[in-house]
């Protein structure tokens, strides 16, 4: 049973890293945004975090992507660059810069659910 259950996960995370490297295929999940305390700190891609940028973390997308990330619950939306690594919380499927989530909509919340679609 666990060796089927580990095939069974295997498969899950395998077809959810093709879905999100595909341009167009849109993958829903939550969001969270980078607190303030990580101003001027190096990124994953050498970059220092700029809350003030446009950018995200993705854990497989290659930097510089270009997603576009919607807020279902108001229908906004901004364009990131994937310039670091994360989010690291389970259940997360990116971390966006603060003007993002400002963008978004959901600074006060610190979370919320997101559609994002590789643009290119």
Do not use: C, W
């Not at 220092?48 to 270009?66: C, E, G």
């Amino acid at each position: 049973m666990k060796k089927i259950l580990s095939i069974l996960v295997f498969f899950t995370v395998v077809s959810m890293n093709a879905q999100e490297k595909e341009p167009g295929i849109p993958l829903e999940g939550m969001a969270s945004y980078y607190h303030d305390k990580f101003e001027g700190k190096p990124t994953a891609s050498g970059e220092l975090y700029q809350k003030d940028s446009l950018t995200a973390a993705h854990p497989t997308l290659p930097f510089n992507s270009l997603v576009r990330v919607t807020n279902p619950e108001n229908d906004k939306s901004v364009l990131v660059r994937i310039n670091d690594r994360g989010p690291f919380a389970k259940e997360r499927i990116i971390d966006v810069s603060r003007a993002a989530a400002e963008i978004l909509g959901f600074v006060q919340e610190g979370v919320t659910r997101v559609k994002i679609e590789v643009i290119e």
